[in-house]
């Protein structure tokens, strides 16, 4: 029973669409993260969606939106996608205001911007 | 500019010996760091995590040891055993264990 899901595990489109990829965790956080792993294998927070509060990082451009539904999805939109945004893209999920805890991360979206 | 950081790329441990992995962190207010392992195609999976109010916390072959004034963190494993061959990601958070901010990682091979 997968924790942290999110589909499609590949994907490839062409430059100028528009894609989405979903997630979901049936762990019962009330945190949501999207990291984006670049080709340098860095693993970058892009958003933190914590019951209704976004924070975004500063650096991620704003055709990036991240949406959600209920607090067991956060799905992630891209417009005007570009050649420069393929990468990986992790889904994760974490309890807020629990010390000792860890972020669960979903298998990742393989993302190919031709 | 790189909150955490893991200068080695890479490691090469021969079966039954010990791995050393470090990581160095900037930012003072971090005060929970955690270790993630990642094998290819898959996402990083937790492994051992350390507050900053402890210099040590042990899980079975994984050891984690925190100098808090050197801002540095390290990863033992003993004895290293091939299927721990993966990357190996540093993290820390200075938000009580949220908006985790991660190292570069490290690539750990174990040989037979």
């Known amino acids: 029973d997968t924790a942290v899901s999110q589909t499609p595990k590949y994907l490839v489109t062409q430059m100028g669409n528009d894609k989405s990829i979903k997630c979901e965790q049936n762990?019962?956080?009330?945190?949501m993260y999207w990291y984006k792993q670049d080709s340098k294998k860095f693993l970058k927070i892009m958003f933190s969606y914590n019951n209704k509060e976004l924070i975004i990082n500063e650096t991620v451009p704003n055709r990036f939106s991240p949406k959600s539904p209920d607090k067991a999805h956060l799905n992630l939109h891209i417009n005007s996608l570009e050649l420069g945004d393929s990468a990986v893209y992790f889904c994760?999920?974490?309890?807020?205001?629990?010390?000792?805890?860890?972020?669960?991360f979903g298998q990742g979206t393989r993302l190919t911007v031709v | 500019d790189q909150q955490v950081k893991q200068n080695s790329p890479s490691l090469s441990v021969q079966e039954g010996r010990i791995s050393i992995l470090n990581c160095d962190y900037t930012?003072?207010?971090?005060?929970?760091f955690l270790w993630y392992k990642k094998y290819p195609a898959e996402g990083p999976t937790f492994l051992i995590s350390i507050s900053s109010i402890k210099d040590k916390n042990e899980d079975g072959r994984f050891t984690v040891f925190l100098n808090k004034s050197a801002k540095h963190l390290s990863l033992h494993i003993v004895p290293s055993q091939p299927g721990d061959s993966a990357v190996y990601f540093c993290a820390a958070s200075a938000d009580y264990g949220q908006n985790f901010v991660f190292g570069p990682g490290t690539r750990l091979s174990v040989l037979p």
């Open positions: 762990l019962g956080h009330d945190t």
């Open positions: 930012n003072s207010m971090f005060d929970y």
């Open positions: 994760a999920s974490s309890q807020r205001g629990r010390r000792d805890t860890e972020a669960f």
